[in-house]
């Protein structure tokens, strides 16, 4: 009887499949391998040598393995974690393996570069030049073309001259790593008390290698890189590999640098702006072991690391650790999962940590380490809320007189200002003056956002474009048509009228040029080559800009009312991070909050600086509530080309289910954004407490229900972070 094999295969199938091992071909698991799947040929791992389905199936009408490829295979504690993923946000297997075997160029070994050897032979004639080249060579070590003429100090026709008359020969040489090992002792970092005892604490840690997580909350601009890296130090003596997840890292090119500053090299990168030559060398020497150190997006938690030793997780309450696509996992979440697989310390640092991670570590579950004040001469900034009812802004304004006179004394003192406001465009909302008439999204349940630098309306869900009418479409009166509140371009326009002088950029990602040109523009500001500053959500993820001395938040409230039940935990940290930008080094620096809720809870928080009471009083509310970290959910989408099928779909979903005690259906309602890309959605919530097992029950509900027919689309995100 053949030998069968267990594999699973990059298909939404329940479970992996069976097929049979061709003679000569010796299988272990995680090996990587191509199998025919209908009239494909598909990638897969063997997932379980010992072929559970097998006996059900005569071996001999199983299909063979048409081959295994050259690559290390998948470790256990990879397919563990692929398991795990898996069954926690109930996924089929085979979609979290297809987020690990992303790469299949890398599955070969890499290609070899040509190179130069010595042959043996002497050249007919000895100058100067082939003299110093044979110096070199005569060792018998291949070198490339390039390195071995620029080493010698002569030119490439002396080599091409020399490998013409046989005495050197063009041989294939294996590439080199993408990235050299880091060096711990490169550049030694002086650390304050504070920061030292952090720094061997994590250390400590790191070198017993085993499982723990820290919280490591220290305010904006106290040094958490810095004392960080001195456990990434520790790992690399080890001889093991650290992953550093970053939640903007095509935009952070700093960070690289400063791990250069600090390693003699910089980390290897991952990211979806990386070239595909790159990425699949990367993949490759990550399994292999060659890169030491990755600095990476949250799909880097999927990258093959034979021996991990540490896991960072920066900014660790950001929310583009969350991934809403496929499969819907939190990267911060699945970073801590995969250090208790391969037991090894995680390290999750922020300014403004997750009320979850707050309460893992007030319960000890995780370690805690504060870091209470910034670096060297820099202390935070003055906060001041200015209350817009009192102080408006003038007509068709939005800076109040306050902010206004602030940003004023800050250009006079040749210092930098930023102004916040989380919308892109000119405005999120343009309407008809004459008939009301309010253009709208024809595939969203959605305003179009007028961009008048690209004389366009646009939809932010479905990327529709239109160009900005000269009458309405509705009554077609000419020139009536009004923007309502601002964005970022608006905010643009209303500083140049007050500060004509100045130089004014704005920081938005839908400007055009892509990442390159925010990496030149962020550069720009750290650099002082301009004075104000307006930008949304982008400017507050960690960048360090040493001149600014005035942050402005233009409107506080914007998130503090939409039904999310993070609302107030998202506005805190959003604020705290955007007012940390201001005196970063040293000097008197300021931030004001535009609000008309001044009497907020969360704005009297940020605005006093007591940042515990804010986090005090929202722990309690979530737990007077039973939402997480106290209670459990999970958001069931369900979408549809007509609203009808969408809606008769969720109500037979909530028929079907028969929740125990302990768990609760809500719902279905529509989604607050009912309709995307043409798709009619209505969502269920599942709130359940932590004492029920919650995935069981979502599985065994999930195969109750009735199947998904024609267009009706049912996605299961555990854990929602968004609502709409
Ligand atoms: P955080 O991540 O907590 O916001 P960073 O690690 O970015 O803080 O540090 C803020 C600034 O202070 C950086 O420019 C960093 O280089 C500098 N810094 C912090 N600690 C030290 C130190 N011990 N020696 C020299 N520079 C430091
Ligand atoms: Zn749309």
Redesign the pocket.
Known sequence: MPDTATILLPIPAEGPYTYSVPDGMLLQPGDVVQVPLGPRQVIGAVWDASGGAAGKVDPKKLRPVTLKFDCPPLTEEMRRFVDWVAAWTLSPPGMVLKMVLRVPAALEPLACVPGIQWTGHEPDRATAARTRVLELARNGLSWTKSGLAHAAGSSASVIDGLIRQGVLEVVEMPAGPLVPAPDPTHNL????PE?RAAGEELTARTAQGSYSVTLLD?V???????VYFEAVAEAVRQGRQVLILLPEIALTSSFLD?FEDRFGVKPGEWHSDISPKNREKLWRQVATGEVRVVAGARSALFLPFSRLGLIIVDEEHDTAYKQEDRVFYNARDMAVVRGHIAGCPVILSS?TPSIESRVNADRGRYHYIRLAER??EASLPDLHTIDMRKSPPPRGGFISPILRAAMAKSLEQGAQSLLFINRRGYAPLTLCRVCGHRFECPNCTTWLVEHRFRGQLQCHHCGHSEPVPEACPNCGTFDHLAACGPGVERLAEEVVGIFPEARTLILSSDLGGGIKRLRMELDAIAKGECDIVIGTQLVAK?H?FPMMTCVGVVDADIGLSNGDPRAAERTFQLLSQVTGRAG?SGGASAGYIQTYLPEHPVIRAIASGDREAFYDREIEARRAAGLPPFGRLAAIIVSAATRREAEEHARAMRRAAKPPSGIMVLGPAEAPIAVVRERHRFRLLVHAQLNVKLQDWLRQWLAECPKERGSIRVQTDVDPQSFV
Not at 189 to 192: D, K, M, R, V, Y
Not at 220 to 226: D, I, L, P, Y
């Open positions: 970092a002086t650390l304050e920061q220290g904006t601009g106290s040094g958490k890189t810095e400063r300014a670096y060297g960690g360090n970063r």
